[in-house]
T-cell receptor, first 113, second 116 residues
């Protein structure tokens, strides 16, 4: 069974304090790994997709990396507006899986000024 | 433009009411999804439509009835809901043609449903 685990569940940072969020996965065949940001009461906002080990993507203060077992979302010098829940999800190659996303439990990030 | 529009934003209904949630996208996506999300939990998949046909039903109770009138619209009809059905209901859409690499799902802002 496909599994996605995110850690930590919650993370408190001071403004400017860089850190990383982890997403470990066990799947039969990875088609893609996705990072989303979700603000309270809103829908998930797409951030990055990674397809193969060694791939990296960057956007402003965020950088996503991928290995064969896990992905990291690095946050450099975070600001209070980066506070949100960050969701990791995978799509797999199983014939009947279609575009189904298997989500991790999310990491709730709070950045204090 | 990666916008998925959901209406209404908020909905309060009694257990005997019938209501509908609506979702619209104009990105030319041929796959559309309904998710249910409880507080502090990730989204849970309910239904998948591919080329206007229901392709996945994740054992959702029959009081939830999806409908895809055309490639841009997705509805979720609600009838005789229970208080435990109160949640954020999310719609998403994606391409449905990339078999080797994943297809990005774009989410709407959601409908906050309260069942009294």
């Amino acid at each position: 069974e496909d599994q996605v685990t995110q850690s930590p569940e919650a993370l408190r940072l001071q403004e400017g304090e860089s850190s990383s969020l982890n997403c470990s996965y066990t799947v039969s065949g990875l088609r893609g790994l996705f990072w989303y940001r979700q603000d309270p009461g809103k829908g998930p906002e797409f951030l990055f997709t990674l397809y193969s080990a060694g791939e990296e993507k960057e956007k402003e203060r965020l950088k996503a990396t991928l290995t064969k077992k896990e992905s990291f979302l690095h946050i450099t010098a975070p600001k209070p507006e980066d506070s949100a829940t960050y969701l990791c999800a995978v799509q797999v190659r199983e014939r009947n899986a279609g575009n189904m996303l298997t989500f991790g439990g999310g990491t709730r990030l709070m950045v204090k000024p | 433009d990666t916008e998925v529009t959901q209406t209404p934003k908020h909905l309060v209904m009694g257990m005997t009411n019938k209501k509908s949630l609506k979702c619209e996208q104009h990105m030319g996506h041929r796959a559309m999804y309904w998710y249910k999300q409880k507080a502090k939990k990730p989204p849970e998949l309910m239904f998948v439509y591919s080329y206007e046909k229901l392709s996945i039903n994740e054992s959702v109770p029959s009081r939830f009835s999806p409908e895809c009138p055309n490639s841009s619209l997705l509805n979720l009809h609600l009838h005789a809901l229970q208080p435990e059905d109160s949640a954020l209901y999310l719609c998403a859409s994606s391409q449905d043609k990339n078999r080797d690499r994943g297809n990005i799902q774009y989410f709407g802002a959601g409908t906050r449903l309260s069942v009294l």
